[in-house]
């Protein structure tokens, strides 16, 4: 049910414009849907939509490295892949690290090894993202394919620059990002909306604001060192220098993946749209005695 209704949200999006100049106005329109997508648990929802799109009979095309975690074909979208300077082992040790990285008993401390194991996965992003723009042959398909829209994950900054240098429109799909204030240029003000780590509620004491403060001003420094790696590669691809940032408030819309009610209230901009349980499971419906069960206890 998640999955047909973000489908829908996304035909739409992705659609609005050339439906609007169609003289018929149909809704039987196919258009040309590129996915970039994130590794991991990333591209459990991205997944869901891509196969949906081309369940539909939209072409979508999905560009993913040769070597990942969870990456595969799928039935109604077709693969492309380029070659990556690292194999499965790499893979299997990064991931074995991640599980045996715990949160430590202070907050520095969960920050610290936080930031250690992220510099690891950034340094594999980044060397991802690197190959993909090498291979001109990739680039050049994708440069004649006339997308209509761009479909990724700004947290690996690779489709957006991707949509960026093809002028094509990208539709962002994320739970959240380092660069939330600057690249969506919606309202986070501290004294509001909690901070990651913090374990603030949106209910917070004069010393909890101001720790919010402290964490805020931090965040430009930790989205500068999450996308800075990426930076060369970026001036090296588009041929001139342009931040990350820059690119990506170029996003048409954010589909941000949480729910209103489950969240602590904050800001959002008219781009910005709620989709959240595109992860979850359909489950079956409960039976009536589970029904009467639960009514009676």
Not at 98 to 123: F, N, Y
Not at 165 to 181: E, K
Request: charged share 20%; net charge positive; with cysteine.
């Amino acid at each position: 049910m998640h999955c047909r209704a973000i489908s829908c949200l996304v035909i739409s999006i992705v659609c609005c414009a050339a439906l609007e100049q169609s003289p018929s106005g149909k809704s039987g329109w196919t258009g040309k849907l590129l996915v970039v997508p994130m590794d991991g648990s990333h591209w459990t929802g991205v997944k869901a939509v891509a196969e949906e799109m081309g369940r539909r009979g939209h072409t979508v095309i999905v560009v993913i490295p040769e070597i990942s975690i969870r990456l595969g074909p799928g039935k109604h979208y077709i693969t492309k892949t380029f070659p990556v300077p690292y194999g499965q082992d790499f893979i299997n040790q990064m991931m074995m690290e991640h599980k045996l990285t715990a949160p430590g008993p202070s907050l520095l401390k969960s920050v610290t090894s936080r930031v250690d194991h992220m510099r690891k996965i950034i340094k594999y992003l980044s060397s991802t993202t690197e190959s993909l723009f090498k291979n001109q042959e990739l680039i050049e398909f994708l440069k004649e394919q006339n997308f209509d829209a761009v479909l990724t994950d700004p947290a690996l900054p690779m489709g957006a620059i991707l949509a960026y240098n093809l002028s094509v429109p990208a539709v962002y799909m994320l739970r959240g990002m380092p660069c939330d204030a600057s690249a969506t240029a919606c309202p986070n003000p501290p004294s509001y909306v909690p901070r990651f780590f913090t374990k603030n509620s949106d209910r917070m004491s004069f010393d909890q604001r101001v720790l919010n403060l402290l964490v805020s001003v931090l965040e430009p420094l930790v989205c500068k060192f999450v996308y800075w790696p990426f930076e060369e590669a970026t001036s090296n691809f588009l041929q001139r220098d342009v931040s990350l940032t820059e690119i990506l408030r170029t996003g048409a819309v954010w589909l941000m993946r949480y729910d209103f009610s489950l969240e602590f209230p904050k800001p959002l901009m008219p781009n910005m749209i709620l989709i959240g349980g595109i992860n979850c499971e359909s489950r079956n419906p409960l039976t009536k005695v589970s029904i009467v069960f639960i009514l009676i206890t």
